[in-house]
């Protein structure tokens, strides 16, 4: 597979707590991106990263990347019952412009 | 302003038949994809355009047929439906292909192959 893959494939917290989702790709990348795909809907756009960039935050989402290792984490701060959604990373990769893969995705519950 | 319109959003059908998926946007993106979701796999990149007259092939082509002969819009074929094409179709459309941002998904489309 080309695909990414994302850890944990599943993870549930309390309402309040903050959640961290991690995604590893297996290319060199031009970006990576997180999106947002509550049940039965269409994916949503979150945060862009750009390869030459460590870390970026909009709102209570900051994103880090870590391109030695090929990887990168979403952090949701203070949770939210509304956030109970899943998570995927897509990467854009050098050799494949134009052509975004996505991870499995991780499954995020929020108890209230 | 309606973004990216998928239709429709069921269909069943039996294995040989074929159908079009219909896929429109209405923010003049140059970048059009189709992807298809299964449990287990994540998004898989079907066929993508980037441009009216331009296709091509993703991570999992076969058995599809694209076109683009418009910017607004890009319909996925399937000629001859089988059961492993079952699946939750999406459409999504950009600026570019994800160097220039995000991609906007519509709401998908449920295919049922038996």
């Known amino acids: 597979s080309q695909q990414g893959e994302e850890d944990p494939q599943a993870l549930s917290i309390q309402e309040g707590e903050n959640a961290t989702m991690n995604c590893s790709y297996k290319t060199s990348i031009n970006n990576l991106q997180w999106y947002r795909q509550n049940s039965g809907r269409g994916l949503v756009h979150l945060i862009l990263i750009r390869s030459n960039e460590r870390e970026k935050h909009s709102g209570r989402l900051r994103v880090t990347l870590d391109t030695s290792k090929k990887s990168s984490s979403l952090l949701i701060t203070a949770s939210r019952a509304a956030d109970t959604a899943s998570y995927f990373c897509?990467?854009?990769?050098?050799?494949?412009?134009?052509?975004?893969?996505f991870g499995q995705g991780t499954r995020l519950t929020i108890n209230p | 302003n309606a973004g990216v319109t998928q239709t429709p959003k069921f269909q069943v059908l039996k294995t040989g038949q074929s159908m079009t998926l219909q896929c429109a946007q209405d923010m003049n993106h140059e970048y059009m994809s189709w992807y298809r979701q299964d449990p287990g796999m994540g998004l898989r990149l079907i066929h993508y355009s980037v441009g009216a007259g331009i296709t091509d092939q993703g991570e999992v082509p076969n058995g599809y047929n694209v076109s683009r002969s418009t910017t607004e819009d890009f319909p996925l074929r399937l000629l001859s439906a089988a059961p492993s094409q079952t699946s939750v179709y999406f459409c999504a459309s950009g600026t570019s292909g994800g160097a220039g941002g995000e991609l906007f998904f519509g709401e998908g489309s449920r295919l049922t192959v038996l």
């Open positions: 897509a990467t854009e990769w050098i050799q494949g412009a134009q052509k975004l893969v």
